[in-house]
């Protein structure tokens, strides 16, 4: 909550700055006028100018205006009133705050439900959906080379046929972690879906690309999987690698995403746990 004197320019003007910026919206203002009762006795031979001085308020984005009389005003009834006014309109405030915050809390709670994967906890595919496109028209604008990665966990429907789904989650869940922990800064890592991740390469080309799904896949296949106690699962992945064509490619990373998925057809069909990359899509 803020409170500004109605009689300070700056007041209105940060006012309405406060209200422009999405971020700080939430932001109860609360204008006083507390002019000087001889000043007050003065404007109050215009009928209309309090009503002038509350609308200019309400525009430049105050949720409340509110006249209090000078400290040394010696009706007492009339200050204990304003000073009731004043608390009450303290209190509405805080009450609007308070259902901003709750709002969004549960916006923040939709947002997770709605592009975290809740076994992994890596952003969905909805998600990469959201952030494919955004990267691919940046890497148009500023000319520079972006990358993608689609790996699939090789024989993954043999663990939960063998061991069940409640061990394959848990692979899925520590493989998930593994490449989380192993990738670089820039690279953003999402569950397409299924046994299958994708991984968003910024600032690599081609050849930087080809090292990286060669790191990852050795990350995953050099050490096997420890699902619990007594169970050791060695897991292996193919990955297709494509790179941003600016001569082909659409602007949505649609061919690019197209491109990583054939290649990675290609790599299980070549005996899988390798890596696939052609740059002629």
């Known amino acids: 909550i803020l409170i500004l004197q109605a009689t300070q320019v700056a007041s209105l003007q940060l006012c309405r700055q406060i209200k422009e910026q999405k971020l700080l919206g939430w932001i109860y203002c609360i204008v006083i006028n ?73 916006n923040d709670f939709l947002s997770r439900i709605a592009l975290v994967d809740p076994l992994t906890e890596l952003s969905n595919r909805r998600a990469m959906e959201w952030e494919l496109p955004r990267q691919v028209e940046n890497a148009f604008r500023k000319s520079t080379p972006l990358s993608l990665i689609i790996l699939d966990v090789d024989y993954f429907k043999s663990i939960n046929d063998n061991y069940g789904h409640p061990v394959g989650d848990r692979a899925l869940k520590l493989l998930a972690s593994r490449l989380k922990h192993n990738l670089r800064i820039q690279d953003s890592l999402f569950r397409y879906g299924g046994e299958e991740f994708v991984i968003i ?81």
């Open 34 to 106: 507390d002019l000087p009762e001889i000043a007050i006795e003065t404007m109050g031979r215009d009928p209309n100018w309090e009503l002038r001085e509350c609308a200019q308020a309400l525009e430049n984005g105050a949720d409340a205006y509110l006249r209090i009389s000078s400290i040394s005003n010696q009706d007492s009834a009339i200050s204990v009133a304003e000073h009731r006014l004043l608390k009450a309109q303290i209190h509405a405030g805080l009450r609007g705050v308070q259902l901003y915050r709750k709002a969004m809390h549960t």
């Open 201 to 281: 390469l910024s600032h690599t080309d081609t050849q930087e690309a080809r090292a990286v799904a060669n790191r990852v896949r050795h990350i995953i296949s050099d050490q096997p999987f420890q699902i619990d106690r007594r169970l050791v699962l060695p897991i292996t992945i193919s990955l297709g690698v494509a790179s941003l064509n600016k001569n082909k490619d659409d602007h949505r990373g649609e061919s690019l995403l197209r491109c990583a998925d054939q290649n990675l057809r290609i790599a299980k069909s070549n005996g899988r746990n390798r890596v696939y990359c052609c740059c002629n899509h």
